[in-house]
């Protein structure tokens, strides 16, 4: 038995049949079919609109699918959302926190509301520390650079232990080195705590770094799953994201010209 085929005999931690969503009469995402297993880091690739943040909210249970059905942990989104979403977290485009209250702060709220046990306090300093964010736990978040307060988002993901982690585009804004400690971090997640992982974002060079698998999607449909191996050999180019991109890209283009 190869690697792969093993790969497929294990449960997927996402997996999505023909999961479809429209806007009036726009499909944005087009029956589309992931399988992501666990302990992976899938890069989620695809330019701005290609439907990848919609995906993920449909992931969650936060829009409900036209067509076509998703499970999380073999949980239903649409049928159980708060049971996906006490074991997903969600690292947002855009995430807010309360600017007057501390890093600690701001942690412990979301703990509450998440009611995570007694002794939660020991879980803030713990991710707190994870993230790079220890000494600066007790700073007001309204002084917090760019950077800081990504590292905080991703506390925020990690506070309420979930199992399976969605980052959206998680190095936006930063700067080279917080992108070098962003990506560190992420690629120590799954080793260290056992996460699944999926990374959205249309930062090639970035994703090429720590993703195992990626899927391509463009105008709502996946292009292509695999990892950068096995897509370099199908698409017969070299070992780069780049490269594969590209591949699948030209791909659509000419379809798109010949229908
Ligand atoms: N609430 C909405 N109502 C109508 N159209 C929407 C809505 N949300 C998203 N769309 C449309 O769906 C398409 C996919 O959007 P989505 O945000 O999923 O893309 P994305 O891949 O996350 O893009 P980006 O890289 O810019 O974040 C876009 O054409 C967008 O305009
Ligand atoms: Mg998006």
New binding site residues.
């Given amino acids: 038995m190869t690697l792969a085929e093993a790969a497929t005999e294990v449960a997927p931690v996402i997996e999505t049949r023909e999961l479809t969503r429209r ?2 009469r ?1 499909t ?2 087009d029956k589309l079919n992931l399988a992501i297993y666990p302990g992976e880091i899938f890069g989620f690739l ?10 993920l ?1 449909m992931l969650l249970g936060l829009s409900v699918p036209s067509a076509g059905e998703a499970r999380v942990l073999g949980v239903d989104p649409v049928q159980e959302p708060l049971k996906v979403k006490s074991q997903v977290g969600y690292l947002a ?1 855009n995430m807010g926190f309360y600017g007057d209250l501390t890093a600690r702060e701001n942690l412990s709220f979301v703990a509450e509301l998440n009611k995570l046990p007694p002794g939660f306090a020991r879980k803030v300093d713990e991710v707190l520390e994870l993230v790079g964010l220890k000494a600066a736990a007790d700073k007001p978040v309204g002084e917090f650079s760019r950077g800081m307060r990504q590292r905080l988002g991703l506390a925020e993901v990690l506070v309420k232990d979930p199992k399976v982690i969605f980052l ?2 998680p190095t936006l804004g930063l700067d080279p080195e917080g992108i070098n400690t962003m990506l560190d971090l992420i690629t120590r997640l799954p080793v260290e705590r056992g996460l699944t992982v999926i990374l ?1 974002s ?1 930062l090639l060079h970035l994703v090429a770094r720590v993703a195992t698998r990626v899927g391509i ?1 463009q105008k ?1 449909v996946l292009l292509a799953q695999g990892s950068i191996k096995s897509l370099a050999e199908e698409a017969q180019v070299p070992e780069d994201l780049e490269a594969i991109y590209k591949h699948y890209f030209q791909g659509a283009r000419i379809e798109e010209v010949s229908v």
Avoid: F, M, Q
């Fill in positions: 806007y009036g726009e944005v995402v695809g330019p701005n609109g290609a439907g990848k943040t919609t995906t909210l485009e959206d585009e959205s249309h999607l709502g």
